[in-house]
């Protein structure tokens, strides 16, 4: 769709109050298409969703965007999901995210996706920035970067419903508990080559996982059946995706499909859809 389209829309259905750009390609000048008069309360957008001109990165493309519209219509907040990949990092955000602390106070960063990233830093989440953060996605490469004292910070994002961890192999067993004890909203969880889940971990943070629906653990090689224990008297749990744990029994294995009420199990990419279970008689 044309922005002089999208304008047009606006103006006919007056009453819109969300806008969803999610895909579009948008620039800076695209901002000039809201004034004051409109009825929008709340637009919803992606980092990469900006394109690079002649004279700005996408990063400056839409940290103009979000000035602008903080001119034109302070009254429209801006729900942002934000992704950065490795060569971004180096480039627009000089190493940390920094740069986004300077985003207009209308902008809220809702969700943050971290890309392979190779020098990620202990100031890079900035808390006072991602307080409204519903989603963390951290995927870092080599040996990872982050330490107990950067993961600890993660425990102030109380907000957040889906958080997704890959490579944290320098995090320790106190650091995942201090990390992920405080997130009881979290609605799903991925932990993949996190290396220090072990059964002592689980079962600390059973009582905090009381909303968890989906749990996927991949090569969380510590874990024994104790864990499997712990799963099945998680209230909410429906989805459950475990491959790479060795120390899981197939006994162990057994009784939680036999014992747990999920939708969905997969084990090692083997797919069991428990959707059409029949109850016992």
Known sequence: ???DEMKHLLNVFTGCEELNLVGEKVT???AHHFDAAHRLACIK???DCFEATDCRSAFEEMHVFMETLQTLAP???VDL???????EFRSSYDGSLQPLVNLPPNVKVIALELMYITQATRKMLVMATFKHLTALDIRLCGDGFIEDSTFKLVGQLTLLESLSLHWL???TEEGLIEGLSSLKKLSSLKLIDVTKVTDSVIKTLQKTWLQLGSLSLSNCYLLTDASLSIFGALPCLYNLFLCGNGQFSSKGMRRVKRNIKLTTFRQCGVRCDFSLQQ???
């Open 1 to 3: 769709m044309r922005w």
């Open 28 to 30: 800076a000048p695209c």
């Open 45 to 47: 957008i992606r980092s």
């Open 75 to 77: 009254h429209i907040t």
């Open 81 to 87: 999901e934000v992704h950065i990949d490795g060569d």
């Open 169 to 171: 192999s320098r995090v």
């Open 279 to 281: 109850p016992a008689a």
